[in-house]
């Protein structure tokens, strides 16, 4: 299990490790807790507190790493993957801005050396429902069904949406939603201009789709399971639609993380939303449940400076969708043909069409952000802020749209050597801290 954070969440981690040990005790598995903290210093040691008083648990491990042990931790296994240049893998790998795509690679090739076959994510901004006086824990369906061929799931689930001939496939990955306050702070714009915020979110699909599809993605957009309260277990067994998990409630196969990373790209949120997508392409079995996590938005993302912080980041993600789409345009064409002889996905085949995107003609993100600079102004107030910002940087943001696509397609390259040399190094290097 894996909890990524840059802020105070003392609470998280308590119930993160409760549900890490509900894992351990329920399934009789090892179970690795891991916290991947870039908080400053004072929240960092309110952490090693909360990390501290994390009761003892049978077969559950607990590692909390700050930036230097996971810079060192990174250092070793880029140096033994042969990787070149070594500076420029690490700071892909941990840049010094938020990215929500790295963090979860770091996760992924720690998993690799504890020798994990899945990981478990959650987020620092969530919490869990309750039910029946208990907490309502995802990992009970994640471990239940992970890593299993889908045949035999089949008559388990409550419903089974199968393509043809993918019944041997194994199911690589579990996930559900989150109910409570949308997953992006873009409500107060949907409360102040429907058709402002209609037009924004529609920059999110792709071209060519018709109105009526359109329309009804924008209105799903960000919303996850919306107010539907937990009732009773109800899982869907199928290739997953990205619209319908958050990666704050999701688990991995090992065999997916350990072929393709996410995009590294920084102040862009939705960058770890990619696997998803490859996954649902290639037509490989998930499970999807309704165990969904309450999502709150923390207190730093309603000041001004974390206002203006979160919407260039959601700027970021909808011009990275220009490159984003025309990928997914491509796997969603290969459909099958993203796997290899063994069912895994193709890593070189996928890195060519990331390649590819960066030819892009860069007019077409100009033009967004000519659509973008007009939204902000019609909404006014501190939206003209974002909007003022938008033309001071805009030729950074076009650059940088384009240049994490390439990236991404650079990490890609190295990736396979990256994870077996996290296996190479192996545990010692992880840290566990407790237990």
Known sequence: ???????????????????????????????????????????????????????????????HLDETGQRDFLRTVIDRSGGAPTD?????????????????NRAFLVAQALGCTSVHRRDSDSRYQRFAGAPVFPIHQELAWLGRPANDVRESATRSKLPPGSGS???????????????VDVAE????????????????IPEGYPEIWRGHLIDESFRGAGDSAFDGDRTTLAPVSP???????????????????????????GSDYVLIHLLHDARMPGVQHNRHIVNFHTAERRTDEGFLAYQLRFVKFLLSKAYLNAVYARTAAAGDALLDAEGHLRACEIAGFV???????????????????DAYRRLGDRYKTVADVLVERRTRLLD??????????????????????????????????NR
């Open 1 to 63: 299990m894996t909890l990524p954070t840059h802020r105070a969440c003392a609470d998280t981690i308590a119930a993160v490790g409760e549900e890490a040990a509900y894992g351990a005790e329920r399934f009789g598995v090892e179970v690795h807790f891991l916290i991947l903290d870039s908080s400053p210093a004072p929240v960092l040691a309110e952490h090693r507190r909360a990390v501290a008083a994390l009761p003892a648990s049978p077969g559950v491990t607990v590692h």
């Open 243 to 269: 619209m319908r998990v958050d990666m704050c409630n999701i688990a991995l196969d090992h065999e997916v993380y350990r072929r393709v990373p996410l995009p590294p790209a920084t102040d862009t949120i």
């Open 169 to 183: 496939r194994r199911v690589t990955l579990v996930g559900g939603s989150f109910t409570g306050e949308m997953s």
């Open 88 to 104: 420029r893998l690490l700071e892909l790998m941990l840049p010094s801005r938020v990215s929500y795509g790295a963090c979860t």
């Open 189 to 204: 714009i949907r409360d102040l201009d429907p058709d402002t915020y209609r037009e924004l979110i529609g920059l999110s």
């Open 400 to 433: 940088e749209a384009r240049d994490d696509m390439a990236d991404f397609a650079l990490l890609m390259d190295h990736w396979e050597a990256l994870t077996r040399a996290s296996a190479d190094v192996g545990p010692r290097v992880a840290g566990a801290v």
């Open 355 to 373: 390649r590819d995107s960066t030819a892009l003609d860069r007019a077409f993100c100009a033009h967004r952000l000519d659509v973008l600079d």
